[in-house]
């Protein structure tokens, strides 16, 4: 949405610049299309994607490959959805990616993030899939939950790592902005309901709590504010949301002062 929003854009100035240049001879630039809109990441190398299935005889395991069948690209693309998202474009400081294994098991759960000796690994569980898909009986819903499950776990493989002193485990704020960021994308990608977090809470919550206040952040402050808040890994040590506010949004910026604001507005979304 917002890429189009800018070719829009280029394309009126450059009607503005024709216009004022006097040159009658000119053709009008041709409307712009939407549906043709370029995904600049398309050439990008995004690591080497796999499927396995080791849950294949499982009524879960039948519909991922169902899903995987009717569209060989579907994890892949779930990946580049991440990386716009998480990205300005493909010549940023971006994490890279040698293999990323999905994998499908048998076990009680959702998904989570891993690795192993090949690199980075996402298991997901066939157990959930295939109750996703009793609730819904619908296969492309079970498809956009897959999606949605697979937009934080690739978060992860993808996002920036912040640092500071106690790391993931020991450390709340790099914590909630690893688990925050995860869901921030997921609901940026349209992947989230705006009724899917109630109002309380802290920014240090993380998962959703986190998430739809960075996505507000984006939606009402800066249209390219995940993507410096990202960044901010490379640029704050030691890391804290504090800082990482100010260096995506300029030295005034006080996170306390917005999550005040944003739960106003959290407070009236039913
Ligand atoms: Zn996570």
């Known amino acids: 949405m917002r890429k189009f929003h ?22 009008p630039p041709p409307e712009p299309d939407p549906v043709e809109e370029v995904d600049i990441w398309k050439e990008y190398d ?12 499982t009524p879960g395991g039948r519909i991922t490959d169902a899903i995987v069948r009717d569209d060989p690209d579907f994890f892949a693309g779930i990946a580049r959805k991440v990386l716009a998202v998480l990205y300005e474009s493909p010549a940023d400081s971006i994490t890279r990616v040698r293999n990323l294994n999905i994998r499908l098991e048998d076990f009680d759960g959702v998904a989570y993030a891993t690795g192993d000796s090949e690199g980075n690994v996402i298991v997901l569980s066939c157990r959930w899939i295939g109750s996703t898909f009793l609730d819904t ?20 493989v993808y996002q920036l790592e912040p640092r500071a002193p106690g790391g993931y485990g020991g450390n709340t704020e790099i914590w909630a902005c690893i688990e925050g960021t995860a869901d921030a994308v997921r609901y940026l990608a349209g992947y989230f309901k705006e009724n899917d977090v109630g109002a309380g809470g802290s920014y240090l919550d993380g998962y959703r709590t986190t998430g739809f206040f960075l996505g507000w952040v984006q939606k009402n402050k800066d249209a390219k504010f995940l993507h410096a808040f990202n960044q901010a890994a490379l640029h704050v040590y030691p890391w804290n949301f504090a800082a ?24 009236t979304v039913k």
């Open 6 to 27: 800018h070719a829009l854009v280029l394309v009126t100035s450059l009607a503005a610049l024709i216009a004022c240049s006097g040159d009658r001879e000119t053709p």
């Open 137 to 156: 009986q619908d296969t492309s819903r079970v498809a956009d939950e897959i999606t949605g499950v697979l937009l934080h776990e690739m978060t992860h």
């Open 244 to 267: 990482a506010f100010k260096h995506a949004l300029g030295e005034a910026a006080d996170v306390d002062a917005l999550w005040v604001e944003y739960q106003t507005y959290r407070k």
């Open 46 to 57: 995004a690591g080497n994607i796999r499927f396995e299935n080791r849950a294949a005889t």
